[in-house]
């Protein structure tokens, strides 16, 4: 670590122990011992230094493990890891949770996914922030005539992530809604919310077809930031395309699993013990009543907006 770095991770982490001091209403010197100096990140206890790892991020704890032998031994600490992990952790991990560690438990959740909600959700962390992801399965998602078997049927999952994924048969309103809590998701977090589907060899129906997106909480009148339009077809005609630039229609883009997906839009979880609210989203197309055929929708994705 060059030398600068290191002074920066230093004031970095004095930032920290002046947090957690204010925190547990500690003064910055004890009046009544007559301690006036600074405090030294020598003199901490390791558990001291772990607790306060633990308020940053699995990121940050890398960077600290590089300033000392101690510092790589308290970022090693359960302390650490058991707070970037979710509560729920148990029943996420497929191995025993009893032989790893919580920061192997942590990078387990990272590669892996883990079933909820009786198996129509999934759930993991990202690396770098541990910031909560979510995809609603098809199954999780109302959508209309999707019981009808001559519109839609319901076939597995060619990554067997879920039971089974939705594939349109036939119909002339398409309609997909869907719902979540955000109290499963990362407070203080803004997410992205992303139609995961893939196209049949027979597919047809959205050339050139705008499909009206929401993004909102539920029960709050949704102004125009709030609405989009999507192309679930690449391939647009020309004519489509002036209009387009009217509507800044957005595009699909294949994700590295071989599926694609779609931006529907982006929601703020502010989170908190008490502050818990609906996002709804809502995928509709009504206006042209001609035939659709040939999308496999797998679910809805929800994940941390990338920082511009």
């Known amino acids: 670590m060059t030398k600068t770095r290191c002074v920066h991770v230093h004031q970095h982490f004095r930032k920290l122990v002046q947090r957690l001091k204010k925190t547990f209403r500690l003064s910055a010197s004890d009046k009544s011992h007559g301690i006036t100096e600074p405090v030294s990140l020598d003199d901490l206890p390791e558990e001291w230094i772990s607790i306060i790892i633990s308020f940053t991020s699995p990121r940050d704890a890398y960077v600290f493990a590089s300033v000392s032998k101690t510092f790589a031994s308290a970022v090693q600490s359960d302390i650490v890891w058991e707070k970037f992990i979710p509560p729920e952790y148990r029943s996420l991990i497929p191995q025993s949770p009893d032989i790893l560690s919580k920061e192997e438990l942590y990078f387990a959740l990272c590669h892996e996914s883990g079933l909820i909600d009786d198996g129509k959700k999934i759930l993991w962390i990202e690396r770098e922030n541990a910031k909560r992801c979510i995809m609603l399965s098809a199954m999780n998602l109302s959508i209309s005539w999707g019981d009808s078997p001559q519109s839609w049927r319901w076939v597995p999952d060619p990554q067997a992530r879920f039971e089974t994924v939705a594939e349109l048969l036939e119909v002339c309103l398409f ?134």
């Not at 699909?252 to 502010?270: A, S, T, V």
Request: hydrophobic share 35%.
């Open 175 to 308: 309609e997909i809604r869907g719902r979540i809590n955000t109290r499963v998701l990362s407070p203080r977090t803004r997410y992205s919310v992303y139609i995961v589907f893939m196209k049949v060899n027979i597919c047809y129906g959205f050339e050139n077809v705008a499909v009206e997106v929401v993004v909102g909480v539920v029960g709050q009148n949704l102004d125009e930031s709030c609405r989009r339009y999507v192309c679930f077809d690449e391939a647009r005609d020309e004519q489509f395309r002036r209009r387009d630039r009217g509507m800044n229609l957005v595009k699909p883009e294949r994700r590295n699993d071989g599926w694609m997906e779609i931006k529907l839009g982006e929601f703020f979880n502010e989170g908190g013990l008490s502050k818990y609210d609906e996002i709804e989203v809502v995928a509709l197309e009504n206006k042209q009543r001609h035939w659709k055929r040939g999308l496999i929708i797998r679910g809805i994705e929800i994940r941390p907006a990338k920082v511009r």
